[in-house]
């Protein structure tokens, strides 16, 4: 009887705010929602982007002015609706209009010969080049004569190609949410969305920690692109063109392993197994698969799982515009005709497109063995019970599509009818596809999914694309897709694509459906979600999620009459994960950054032949003693 990992927690941050509770789904669906729903949403958003403060009493503006919620919701929905989701690339992260480059210019000799300019001691080198006469100035600074001609960079500023991006809401500062010194943007999401994740549970990690043994919990995570702000690897590998110091944290804090490692430090201060993979644009489900293995084979009995990626630097936005693979300014009015691009609109899956829309994230989750979800009563937001990860194979090129989806696509669903039935899988399922916005991957993702539907006897098969409102976060871009399937469970809405105007006429539709405005599932019901997910290299995952209300039939069918006390630990847990929500609404988001706490005591540290225990953990660490190849021995 293997374990089944149950989601019990998820948090993060996208363009659409805030993932626990569904607050970022909702904003998805906002014009599909009830009054009640809506409001909630809009408030909420609003204080996460600064428009209003919560002050015990009543919201307040900027100003003083005072509100309620209604008027909130009402006042300031233009703001909130304007500064989600894909929009132009907004000068709080920088100016795209001024990107700051260098020329190199070959310096011509003067009558008097050469050029002189002066430079600071810092800035003097320690080997002078020879043809240099340098003559100290008074201020410390220093002359130098250039007998020779030679080549100089000269700072220009240059125009991005591509402004639409997938950027946190207006006026919300992940650096502001705790103290941030030293930190990349990528690593504060990563702390930021780790911290969501865990206070979504409505189990204190305290309780948690005490029900297993310390190396039963895994943090499985990782960013693509390491952390390319100035505070990471954008800093190292710029500095001394920048004639700026190197300092002694941008080598360590760029690693792309860091978010998986500042979990474990700062949030969890967790001794356990820890695991950075990274898949390209499929990574989430790299890390969740690992998760996913290690829980039903025992291993793990909890793990926090996902991504944080701050990816809108302008060397990325080059080097994916240089590829072909960005939708630039100049595409956007070729499809529309138009003089001026249409940001809100710069990405659309399915569509007539020309490209991606670049965007930054975290997305993670919290899994549990369905045992202990019982045991401690944890709320169950749906079960990933397969992932399947497969390759291309030979490729014409690293960025070109291959077979390998074909082989995880079809493994997934085949999976799916072995574990809820043909019936679940033909009727009650839907897919959330990588859906990029390139021309290539509108044909081959569809002709994949057309191609299994048609072997398994499935029609109408709905498609959803969060990249039409999120943009791609690269290493957390499946993490948003997983964000906004667990929102249809919990809503029975179904995202519609509704960026485009109209399914591209390339696009495989014999069996599928592309709905470009919310569909209502309710009478249908979804009770299962494929997530899709393709990256360069040949990097395909497919994962197969079921929804809470299967996986309380699953549990009940395996535990019986001991359901009705997991039920009423329940509602203690929801309790408290309504609390969190109450505070994370009003912008109270609790981060969790453990950085200067004691240490644990290496010389407390207690072994016998059976284990060993530590100071802080109630259980130790047991030695498995047995031997898998005793056959062999």
């Known amino acids: ?23 970022g789904f909702r904003r998805t669906v906002v014009e599909s929602l009830s009054p009640v729903e809506r409001n909630k949403t809009l408030v909420g958003l609003a204080c996460l982007m600064g428009l209003v403060r919560w002050d015990g009493s009543s919201y307040r503006d900027q100003s003083g002015q005072s509100y309620d919620a209604a008027a909130v919701a009402s006042t300031f929905a233009d703001q909130v609706m304007a500064g989600t989701l894909i929009r132009r690339l907004e000068n709080a ?36 080049p020879g043809h240099w006469n340098v003559r100290p100035l008074e201020d410390g600074s220093f002359e130098i004569h250039s007998r020779d001609t030679g080549e100089f960079l000269v700072p220009v500023q240059t125009e ?16 502001a949410q705790y103290s941030s010194r030293f930190h990349p943007r990528g690593l504060q999401l990563a702390l930021l969305g780790a911290s969501d994740a865990i206070h979504s549970v409505g189990v204190p990690w305290e309780q948690i920690v005490a029900a297993v043994h310390p190396d039963e919990i895994g943090v ?42 500042f979990i474990n430090a700062y949030v969890l201060g967790s001794v356990g197994h820890t695991e950075a993979i990274t898949g390209a644009c499929a990574s989430f489900l790299y890390v969740l698969q690992a998760a996913v293995r290690d829980i039903r084979s025992g291993r793990r009995r909890v793990a926090v799982v996902g991504n944080a990626e ?12 240089n590829m072909g693979a960005l939708g630039t300014d100049e595409g956007l009015c070729k499809l529309d005709g138009s003089s001026l691009p249409d940001w809100r609109r710069a990405s659309r899956p399915f569509g007539e497109n020309c490209g991606f829309t670049l965007a930054e994230g975290a997305q993670f989750v919290v ?47 085949a999976s799916a009818v072995a574990i809820l039935g043909e019936d679940t899988v033909k009727h009650n399922s839907f897919i959330h596809a990588h859906g990029s916005s390139t021309p290539a991957n509108r044909i081959t993702e ?91 290299g040949g990097n395909n995952a497919t994962a197969v ?40 609404d009003r912008a109270e988001l609790d981060v969790i950054y453990r950085f200067g706490e004691q240490v644990i005591d290496d010389s407390a540290i207690q072994f016998s032949r059976d284990g060993l225990t530590m100071p802080g953990f109630a259980n130790a660490v047991i030695f498995d003693k047995s031997n898998p190849w005793a056959d062999m021995s």
């Open 220 to 261: 499985y995570g990782s960013s693509v692109f390491g952390q390319l702000a100035p505070e990471g690897f954008g800093g190292l590998l710029q500095s001394r063109l920048r004639s700026e110091r190197t300092s002694s944290k941008q080598l360590a804090l760029g690693l792309n392993t860091m978010p998986a490692d």
């Open 545 to 584: 999620v079921i929804s809470p209300r299967k996986v309380e039939d699953m549990l009940s069918r395996r535990y019986g009459a001991a359901m009705t006390d997991y039920r009423s630990r329940l509602e203690q847990t929801r309790q408290r994960a309504t609390d969190y929500e109450l505070r994370a």
């Open 160 to 175: 991005q190609l591509a402004k639409a991006a997938g950027q946190l809401p207006s006026g919300f500062d992940p650096a």
């Open 367 to 413: 899994l549990m063995d369905d045992a202990l979800a019982v045991e401690l009563g944890a709320d169950i937001h749906g079960a990933v019970p397969e992932v399947f990860i497969n390759a291309d194979g030979l490729k014409k090129s690293i960025s070109a599509p291959g077979a390998g989806n074909y082989v995880s696509f079809a493994k997934a669903v």
């Open 93 to 128: 992260i920088y100016n795209p209009e001024e990107i700051t480059g260098h020329k190199r210019v070959k310096m011509q000799q003067h009558d008097e010969g050469g050029v002189r300019f002066t430079l600071s001691r810092r800035d003097m080198p320690a080997q002078i």
């Open 1 to 23: 009887m293997q374990a089944l990992p149950v989601i019990v927690g998820f948090g993060g941050y996208n363009a659409a705010g805030r993932s626990s509770s569904h607050q």
């Open 446 to 536: 569809s002709e994949i999914f057309n191609r299994v539907a048609a072997a398994f006897g499935i029609s109408d098969w709905p498609v959803a694309a969060v990249k039409a409102y999120v943009g791609h976060t690269i290493a957390s871009a499946s993490g948003d897709q997983l964000m906004s399937a667990l929102g249809t469970f919990k809503y029975q809405l179904i995202p519609g694509i509704k960026t485009i105007d109209r399914v591209a006429a390339d696009v495989c539709q014999t069996h599928t459906s592309f709905p470009l405005q919310d569909r209502d599932v309710k009478e249908r019901g979804m009770d299962l979600a494929l997530i899709n997910s393709k990256g360069f």
């Open 310 to 321: 701050a990816s809108l630097t302008p060397e990325i936005f080059e080097g994916f515009t």
